[in-house]
């Protein structure tokens, strides 16, 4: 079988943080890794950045890696928390929460094998903008000198 495309060659992603949306998240079973892996796939301006959580996984250094990188995924995303479990315990989560959710995400490279991969190191909370004034009046001695003043301000 073979399969035919045009090669379309995007430029890489410049490392920094910007806010990222999760458009896909799956749980898989990977023999390769030997467990569960949650795979999310990431778009940040318009870059599709894939990521793979090993959360269940022989070694348990990793898997417990992995789940602290999910549990601050969720937390970032200030979702209701991962269960906690006892040591041994299955916990779930549904994924289809994540879907659509806008997070900061720190963009690095990596270089493998002589090429470059965009990874994503880090997740931050997106900071809530600030609200405008409730109520903002124009001077009425004249409305044409551009000053405006806030109700209840404080004259300095």
């Known amino acids: 079988m073979t399969t035919s495309f045009t090669v379309t060659n995007e430029p890489l992603l410049e490392a920094g943080t910007y ?12 023999s390769a890794k030997g467990g569960t892996v949650i795979k999310i796939l990431w ?11 090993a959360v ?9 890696f992995f789940q602290k990188k999910f549990r601050r995924i969720v937390a970032a995303l200030n979702l209701p928390a991962v ?7 299955e916990v779930s989560y549904d ?16 270089e493998y094998n002589g090429n470059t991969y965009v990874n ?9 903008p600030t609200p405008a ?5 124009t001077s009425s001695q004249n409305p044409q000198d551009g000053f405006s003043f ?6 300095f």
Do not use: M, W
């Not at 318009?46 to 959580?53: A, K, M, R």
């Not at 269940?56 to 417990?64: F, G, L, R």
């Not at 994503?120 to 809530?128: E, G």
């Open 19 to 30: 806010e990222g949306t999760i458009y896909e998240a799956q749980e898989v079973f990977d």
């Open 133 to 137: 004034p409730a109520s903002v009046k």
């Open 150 to 155: 806030l109700d209840d301000a404080v004259p």
């Open 83 to 89: 269960p906690e479990g006892a040591e041994g315990e």
């Open 120 to 128: 994503i190191k880090d997740y931050v909370l997106l900071s809530k």
């Open 43 to 53: 778009n940040v301006k318009d870059h599709y950045i894939p990521e793979n959580l």
């Open 56 to 64: 269940s996984h022989p070694d348990q250094k990793k898997c417990a």
């Open 95 to 110: 994924l289809s929460t994540l879907l659509g959710k806008k997070i900061g995400v720190e963009v690095v490279h990596k």
